[in-house]
């Protein structure tokens, strides 16, 4: 089978079509540490915004590599520790996934900066 990004062979090496993108996966030699900062104002309400930004996360948690670390921040006036730092595991992707708010929350609790 061919590669559809050859559009031509020279005798030394093919010739790759400069429009077709490119990529190549580098894996961080340090443990991968996020903080997923969600935004569960009322403007989440409008368009189905909290929909695509709850379902975003879900995706991201599912396709994060065993051993990374993972914590959530929500705010709106003020921010809330939804998940301190933890290290996802393959038997703890759900309970991950249990801390993303199912829709927003506007009244969620809020914490100043000196109580995280």
């Given amino acids: 089978m061919s590669d559809p990004r050859i559009v031509s062979r020279s ?32 403007q989440m309400s409008i368009g189905g915004r909290w929909r695509r930004v ?24 003020g921010a809330a520790v939804s998940l301190k ?9 759900e309970g991950l996934h249990g801390r993303v708010p199912y829709r927003y929350e506007a009244h969620l609790p809020t914490y100043s900066k000196s109580n995280l």
């Fill in 54 to 77: 709850r379902d975003a996360a879900f995706r991201l948690i599912s396709h994060l590599p065993a051993g990374a670390e993972l914590a959530i921040v929500t705010f709106d006036a």
């Fill in 11 to 42: 005798d030394s090496a093919p010739v790759l079509d400069p429009w077709v993108p490119r990529f190549s996966f580098v894996i961080p030699s340090a443990p991968l540490r996020l903080v997923l900062a969600l935004d569960v104002s009322r």
């Fill in 85 to 93: 730092p933890t290290v996802v595991r393959s038997g703890n992707r």
